[in-house]
C-alpha cells in the first residue's frame, strides 16, 4: 500500500508517518518507482507509537519502548517507562493543584490596584512558600 493509504489506515498525515521513518520510529519502506510501499505490518507499529504519544510519552522514550524486538520482552521496555511517566504525573498534579489553589485566591481578590496585590502577595508570602521552576 502506498503512504497515502496506510496514513488514512493509521488515521495519520503522511507527514506524520514520514516523520516517524525519519525519526527511526518506523522501519524504511521500501521504494517502488521512487515511492514508498508499505505491506500493512507498519498499522502495529504506528498505533504502538501513537498509543504511547496519547500516554505523553517523548520520542526519545517511545525510541526506547520500540527498541529490541525479542518477543516477550516489551513489558522490560514499558515498566519503567511507565513508572517513570506516572512519577512525572504525580509532579504535574502537584503542581497544577497548587495553580489552582493560587488562581481561586485571584478570583476571591478584591485589590483597588496591582499595587495592592503585589503588597499583599508580599506580605502573604505565598510564592516564598512554592517552589519555582
Known amino acids: 500500500m502506498r ?3 496506510l496514513a488514512k489506515k493509521a488515521n495519520l498525515a503522511t507527514s506524520a508517518v514520514r516523520f516517524y521513518e525519519r525519526a527511526g520510529l518506523l522501519p524504511r519502506a521500501d ?13 502495529d507499529r504506528l498505533a504502538l507509537i501513537a498509543f504511547a504519544r496519547e500516554c505523553g510519552f517523548t520520542l526519545a522514550e517511545v525510541r526506547t519502548l520500540l527498541s529490541g524486538e ?6 522490560d521496555r514499558w515498566t ?3 513508572k517513570s ?4 504525573l504525580a509532579q504535574t498534579e502537584a503542581r497544577l493543584h ?3 489553589e493560587l488562581l481561586m485566591c485571584v478570583l476571591a481578590c478584591n485589590c483597588v490596584d496591582v499595587a495592592e496585590c503585589g503588597q499583599k502577595i508580599r506580605r502573604l508570602g ?3 512558600a512554592r517552589p519555582r521552576r
Open 3 to 5: 503512504i497515502g493509504e
Open 70 to 75: 525479542k518477543p516477550g520482552r516489551a513489558r
Open 85 to 88: 511517566k506516572l512519577a512525572e
Open 126 to 128: 505565598a510564592l516564598n
Open 80 to 82: 519503567p517507562l511507565a
Open 98 to 100: 497548587g495553580m489552582r
Open 31 to 43: 521504494r517502488s518507482s521512487g515511492r514508498r510501499v508499505y505491506d500493512g505490518t507498519e498499522l
